[in-house]
């Protein structure tokens, strides 16, 4: 029996349903801060943290923008990706569960669905196949059957994959121009200087000029459309 499975039960329990709307938003909140590791690996988040790292390393400036400014924005990034989906599991799941109209077995059956069609979306069928077949899973009728403890991993690994090659496209106008200075370097017969030294004012202007931020935010969002 799989975590989801187990989530799944608690929530159906006679127990649970007989607690009021307020201590059952309080579990609620203090279950997702428990599962705040793997919402992270279920959401946008993991391909755009991974792309601005790319990002601060392409442009050679060490430890700028701060660690704390790439997690924030990243996060607000997810939550802006996300819209739609958290939109919906709040209309048709949270709101009518805390209203009483749906049990909390149905609430969580909805709400799990439409992550799951989110990340189906994202997710390669190749990496699916892998994992079905790692699972001994012979045969998925539809994307929907797809179980969780398959569409997780198969669904991580797509994002990394993509996220590196957004990645290496993002490197290669950085990499000219390091390629460019250190040739100018090396016909000056200034070979003990660093280039990058001499690059990282070219990389960062060139990406002020091209509004860097605004063009990665843009292409970040329209990934996942």
Known sequence: MDSTSTIQQVVSSDGFQGLSPQMKVALFLGGMALLSSAMVTMTAFTRIVI??????????????????????????????????????????????YLND????????????????????????????????????????????????????????????????????????????????VSVILMSLGMMMMPPMIISTPFKILLFVMVDGWQLIARVLSMSFH
Request: net charge neutral.
């Open 51 to 96: 792309v601005l790292s790319f990002v601060r390393r392409a442009l050679s400036t060490q430890e700028i923008p701060p660690t704390q400014v790439i997690l924030g924005l990243s996060l607000f990034l997810t939550l802006f990706v996300m819209g739609p989906t958290f939109s919906a599991i709040e209309e048709q799941a949270l709101r009518p």
């Open 101 to 180: 109209s749906i049990a909390g077995e149905q609430a969580w059956g909805i709400g799990l669905d439409q992550l799951k069609e989110f990340m189906l979306r994202q997710t390669r069928k190749t990496d699916i196949a892998l994992f079905a077949r790692m699972a001994k899973i012979e045969r998925i009728s539809t994307a929907e059957e797809t179980p969780m403890r398959v569409l997780i991993p198969a669904y991580v690994i797509s994002e990394l994959k993509t996220a590196f090659i957004m990645g290496f496209c993002l490197y290669i106008p950085f990499i000219l121009i390091d390629l460019v």
